[in-house]
């Protein structure tokens, strides 16, 4: 059975289709047009073809149009017939009076100026465009001859505030009339922008009255964004508001802040509040995009589908987009900001100079309170980010004390334990008066406050809760640090509140769970308190070297707290961080001990070395654990500053390398740390250096046999373990260390003993290498012998050369050349056998 659609669905059904097939019938009859212009050119195309010869081809297809051509020719002479009259303008000039001379320009304008309508009635828009703009040109040097003929006494800024007045209703009239023509609605707009100005500077007006002026040319331009008409009207209406509404702004603002009672403060608060309400009328008014605009997020509490990203529209309501436009938000932006100036402004000459600042972040405060989630969405966002700014302009005037309380210790470490000073501000400003307020960190905290409201308002998942969290921790700790100098405390308490400083955050990165839900070791939450306690704990322990007994106390709490971070510590980052650290001031602590006992730097050396040994022994007993690399790492760092404080004194310098080889070998022991032993073969051979160089040894031997002897018996047991591994391998290193400087030593060496021993282990290590087919022993053993013998033999043979004749050398060269030549193929082969033969060694 057929169900029939109701008629009228059948009817939209039938026009729908009835659409459709005419669309088809359009695209086949141009299709057809087509088909039949390609025959009729083909057709021509056969019937004359192209040909250079042939003088009758047809013509090529035309360029330009009728109506082309008819305006270049019109737009050729309206400009010829314009530089015509300028030049008669300007050439007869001297020979008429100056009321000829305006009545002459005043007719050329007239000209210009209703000229471009009959080129519009016409159809040529671009030549009135020319025209026109020629016209507006004219009518500038008719003000200016109207002054000169008929006003010459008065004020040149009053009459050019008139008559840019003047020029600006003509242009904007003139525009109106011929609605076609681009350019004069545009400059009217313009001119419009110098009139209030130009009065108020006419008046000799101050810099209130002047900001008034550009505030009413701001609202001339707000109005005209609009309901103004033409084409690129209104979008440069809204780039001249936007620059007169600041300039206005940032003007009032000036004024506001330089004021300096409350009656002064007033008026430029009056002035900010009108600004407030032009760009709040802006805002009501701004003409909402077209498609809608930004979709409003869902309010806090409301349930999201299953999948749905944070922040995704809620179900139902999200559908239905919001009808605003960042101009809009914007201009709430300008009010809020206006508003906050104001109030700010007229309440800050009431309260003391140090609580400048605080009043307008109070007044940020209130703002932001009195947002309320049923006001228009523009409305929220704009004071929230004027609020947003106004906090993060007070926040920053408040970090300078927090960079000098962090950063001013520094000092300290050029005047170890040369007293503590009376109090917190005497050791962070270097003895100078305090230049900041005591009130800053009220605006620390509130802006902490604020983003720890907005952290707790925001719902779990979204992007912006874990930097409300890290901001509002580090604006917390920021405000906590600054207090001992903001309030002058002494010296031991100051100490006292910045290792519980270091304490707080470090306990918060290890458990971040305390900050809130949804906060997991290892995240930003944590890594932000880390860096805060670390930061902190750097900062103390340089301050409390002003005194013996708190460098011990400070560092000796900073230890104990970092370690207990490295046991307790969740995540990869903060453990290992703490291990570090944790061994870092270990260091601090062995070397304030051997200040305390008076050591001097190379026996402090000894003592720094205690860190390194058991860094090494808790890195093997937590191996595997994500502190054992860091311990390894700032553990050889520890051992290095023992070495450069041992430099001072070459014997104990041996002493303190020979034992960091020793730590370096047993770390070595472990099957995943055999690469240390590498460096702990060279600690143990630079020692043996350093050891021997302190005793005046000067012979080579004695630093290369150390290193000869160990490398040779470990490439024995290599090549016990890998038969296949080759001799330069296991032996080469080992016997060029002894060899070679033995060999440079016996050139330069005039007696016998050197040369005879070190010919005789040559010869050893030749036959060595023969007996048992080893390539590298064979080849250095009979070039360093060989090298030995001719050394020896040089006195002799110079003798010998010296006793010849002259001409006997060259002589003997040239049959020596011979020779060679005579049995080059036999030596080849001899060479080729001798390469095979070493080849086959190991």
Known sequence: MENAPPPAEELVILDRELGHLEARRAQLLARRAWLLDVMRQSAVAAQYPPSPSHPFAPPAPRDASPRGAQNVLLTLGGVLLTIAAVAFTLVSWGHLGIGGRSAVLAAVTALALAAPAALLRRGLVSTAESVAALGLALTVLDVYALHRVAMPDTDALAYAAGGSAALAALWAAYGLGLGRLRLPLPAALIAAQLPFLLWAVAADAGPLTLTWALLATAALDVAVALRGRGRGVRPLACVLAWAAGAGTLLGAGALSVAAGGFGAAVRPGALLLAVAALAAFAARWTPAPRGGGAPEPAPHGTPQPAGAPAGAPAAGAASVPAAWSPHAVAAWAVAALAVLAAVGG??????????????????????????????????????????????????????????????????????????????????????????????????????????????????????????????????????????????????????????????????????????????????????????????????????????????????????????????????????????????????????????????????????????????????????????????????????????????????????????????????????????????????????????????????????????????????????????????????????????????IAAWGDGHWLRPLLLGAAALAVTLTGARHRLQALLVLGSTVLALVALHELAPYVVQVVGALPRWLPPALAGLLLLAVGATYEQRLRDARRLRDTLGRMR
């Open 346 to 743: 007229v309440l800050r000459p009431v309260v003391p100079g140090a609580w400048a600042v605080p009043v307008y972040v109070l007044c940020a405060v209130a703002m932001l309170a009195a947002v309320r989630p049923g006001l228009p969405r523009p409305m929220v966002l704009g004071a929230a980010g004027s609020s947003g700014a106004v906090l993060a302009l007070g926040a920053l005037w408040a970090l300078p004390p927090v960079a000098v309380a962090v950063l001013g210790p520094v000092r300290w470490a050029e005047r170890v334990w040369s007293g503590a000073p009376a109090g917190a501000r005497e050791a962070l400003a270097s003895g100078t008066s305090w230049p900041w307020p005591s009130t800053t960190p009220v605006v620390l905290l509130i802006a902490a406050a604020v983003l720890a409201v907005a952290h707790h308002r925001t719902s779990p998942g979204r992007a912006r809760r874990e930097p409300a969290a890290c901001g509002a921790l580090a604006l917390a700790w920021a405000a906590a640090y600054s207090v001992p100098a903001a309030l002058g405390l002494g010296h031991p308490v100051a100490l006292a509140v910045y290792a519980l400083l270091t304490a707080a955050p470090l306990a918060l990165a290890v458990r971040p769970t305390a900050a809130g839900a949804g906060h997991a070791p290892g995240g930003p939450v944590a890594l932000t308190a880390f860096g805060c306690a670390l930061a902190a704990a750097l900062s103390v322990s340089l301050l409390a070297l002003a005194a013996q007994a708190a460098t011990f106390a400070v560092l000796g709490v900073l230890l104990a707290l970092f370690a207990t971070a490295a046991v307790l510590g969740g995540g990869p980052v903060v453990p290992a961080a703490s291990a570090a650290a944790a061994v870092a001031f270990a260091t601090g602590l062995s070397g304030a001990f051997a200040a305390s006992m008076e050591l001097p730097a190379h026996r402090a050396a000894l003592l720094v070395l205690a860190v390194p040994a058991l860094a090494a022994v808790l890195a093997a007993r937590v191996r595997g654990h994500v502190t054992a690399l860091p311990l390894e790492v700032s553990g050889a760092a520890a051992a290095l500053v023992a070495i450069a404080l041992a430099t001072g004194d070459a014997p104990t310098l041996a002493l303190v390398l020979a034992l960091c080889g020793v730590i370096a070998a047993g770390t070595a022991v472990r099957a995943d740390r055999r690469p240390v032993g590498y460096a702990a073969a060279a600690l143990l051979v630079l020692a043996t250096w350093v050891r021997l160089g302190a005793s005046d040894v000067a012979t080579p031997e004695a630093y290369t046999l150390p290193v000869t002897v160990p490398a040779l018996v470990i490439g024995l047991l290599r090549r016990r373990r890998d038969p296949r591994a080759s001799s330069w391998t296991a032996y080469g290193p080992g016997l060029a260390a002894t060899l070679l400087p033995s060999l």
